[in-house]
């Protein structure tokens, strides 16, 4: 089968738990014998055509241009699908554009999926209830990460939805051993290591996490952030005013494949995020054998039982 996966962003320039999960459905649709193709938008510096891990990667340029940047967008998304003649069409999250989507979709007379992905549900955009109506009523088929992600969407409108969890590649942490990453990355043995991964914006809660370091002060534990984003300065500001520049390390963006050093290396995973779908950093932790402690949101009591 013939298989078109569009996604707003990916690989190698975007490494958020949407982009990886769309990377892991790509790998594993090719390697089951489909051919696949991931449409996305064109990142500077990256060609236009490219093969990763077996399967097509198309990136088309959004021209920064208002109104009709996003029309020339969708004119080219077209055409890269009318050639492609996809079998289906699977669309990673909804939005504000899926509609132009099932537009596409009518005109090339192909069924269409919907695989929602946490920030689409959870978090409100602009016209979400009537523009999300349309495509739940529209798309051949709707996947949902979690049962709770599922009665939500169903709110909206009710048909039938499947739930598909994401997945993560175990092979990633087979190979690690925690006493060499630990050497690797510079980690004394005797400390014990509290590690949050993802992306440092105000939905994540690292303001609260930093704040709960300063009941645990201690020179052999530490809380490491991996990851970059528009929050940094600002918590970086707060780790100097509660003055736990010892306790908290940032360690800033690093390659995917690193994060799982991280992890290994770690004793702790904290994900302290106000709002998520299903993420994927929790799934890395449970498969780098972390306890964890997170919030009580989204998709998150699905995968943790216990205490809250």
């Not at 938008?41 to 241009?65: A, C, N, Q, T």
């Not at 549900?121 to 109506?133: A, D, G, T």
């Not at 995020?273 to 009580?296: D, F």
Request: proline content about 5%.
């Amino acid at each position: 089968m013939r298989i078109s996966i569009f996604v707003p962003f990916f690989p190698p320039k975007h490494f958020g738990g949407f982009e990886i999960a769309s990377d892991n459905i790509a790998n594993y649709l090719t390697k089951t014998g489909h051919e696949v193709h991931v449409l996305t938008r064109l990142d500077k510096g990256l060609p236009k055509e490219s093969m990763k891990d077996g399967f097509y990667v198309h990136r088309v340029y959004w021209p920064m241009i208002r109104i009709f940047g996003g029309i020339i967008f969708w004119i080219k998304m077209f055409w890269n699908l009318k050639k492609i003649e996809p079998d289906i069409i699977h669309i990673q999250a909804f939005g504000f554009e899926t509609p132009i989507f099932l537009l596409i979709k009518r005109l090339l007379k192909k069924p269409c999926v919907i695989w929602a992905q946490g920030s689409d549900v959870y978090v409100q955009w602009m016209f979400k209830e009537p523009i999300s109506k349309i495509i739940f009523k529209k798309a051949d088929a709707i996947i949902a990460l979690t049962d709770d992600m599922k009665n939500k969407m169903k709110n909206i409108y009710a048909r039938d939805i499947d739930v598909l969890p994401n997945g993560i590649d175990l092979c990633k942490v087979k190979c690690l051993s925690k006493q060499n990453v630990r050497e690797e990355l510079g980690i004394q043995k005797d400390r014990t290591i509290i590690l949050f991964s993802g992306a440092l914006t105000p939905i994540k809660g690292l303001t609260y996490l930093i704040e709960a370091i300063t009941y645990i002060k201690d020179k052999n534990k530490q809380l490491i952030l991996v990851g970059d984003g528009e929050e940094r300065d600002k918590l970086e500001d707060l780790v100097k005013k509660l003055k736990l520049e010892k306790y908290v390390i940032f360690i800033g963006k690093v390659p995917y494949d690193e994060v799982f050093k991280y992890m290994v290396a770690s004793d702790i995973f904290v994900l302290s995020s106000l709002s998520e779908g299903l993420p994927n950093v929790i799934l890395e932790a449970m498969a780098s054998g972390l306890p964890i402690v997170a919030t009580r949101v989204g998709g998150i009591p699905d995968i943790i039982k216990g205490n809250f």
